[in-house]
Each structure stands twice: as C-alpha cells, then as structure tokens.
C-alpha cells in the first residue's frame, strides 16, 4: 500500500527553524513529483513548494520563498522541507503530496506552530 509518512514538525519560535520530512513507500518515489501543502486555520490548502522527479527544479509559493527549501534523496524515498526564518504566519498543517496520476497521494499531515 502506498504510504506518505510526514515528520518533523513541532513548535518553534519566530525566525526559528524546522526540516520536516516525508518517507515514501508503495510506490515508485524516484518517477514522482513531489509537493509541500499547507493548511492554516480557516484557510484554504496551498501549494507550498514543489520538485520533479530527478530533483533537478523547484517552485516554490511568493510567500516562502527566500525562507523554504525542498530537497528530495531518491535512495531514502525521503522528501524534504527545510524551513527557516519562521514566522507567525507559518503556522499550519503542513502535508507532503506524490504526484501520480489524476489524484495522487497525500501524507497524513505533521503541525508547525510558530509562536513566541
């Protein structure tokens, strides 16, 4: 079964950092595209930060850019979101996604509260 496995998140404080990870299994990570979501209270989900396959370009939402970076290592079927200069703003659920087809897959979701 295809499983998207986040971790990493937690409470940090304003300017803070955090690298959140997403382990991949079921499927086969190194044909997939991968994506950062996120989801604030009362908010709609966006799209974050995205990557291809190889790992060869990025995209990224105005709003982190400068500040995020996704990375992903093919060997582990890990994918990751490194997060720096933290700001209130930032806080939400934050979900990594495998683009496959139509739907797609999505991890169960890991919390980042940014708070002094």
């Known amino acids: 079964q295809v499983q998207l496995v986040e971790s990493g998140g937690g409470l940090v404080q304003p300017g803070g950092s955090l690298r959140l990870s997403c382990a991949a299994s079921?499927?086969?990570?190194?044909?997939?595209?991968m994506r950062w979501f996120r989801q604030a209270p009362g908010k709609e989900r966006e799209l974050v930060a995205g990557?291809?396959?190889?790992?060869?370009?990025?995209n990224y939402a105005d709003s982190v850019k400068g500040r995020f970076t996704i990375s992903r290592d093919n060997a582990k079927n890990t994918v990751y979101l490194q997060m720096n200069s933290l700001k209130p703003d930032d806080t939400a659920v934050y979900y990594c996604?495998?683009?496959?087809?139509?739907?797609?897959?999505w991890g169960q979701g890991t919390q980042v509260i940014v708070s002094s």
């Open positions: 996604y495998a683009v496959r087809g139509i739907l797609g897959y």
């Open positions: 079921g499927f086969i990570f190194s044909s997939s595209a």
């Open positions: 990557i291809t396959s190889s790992g060869t370009s990025t």
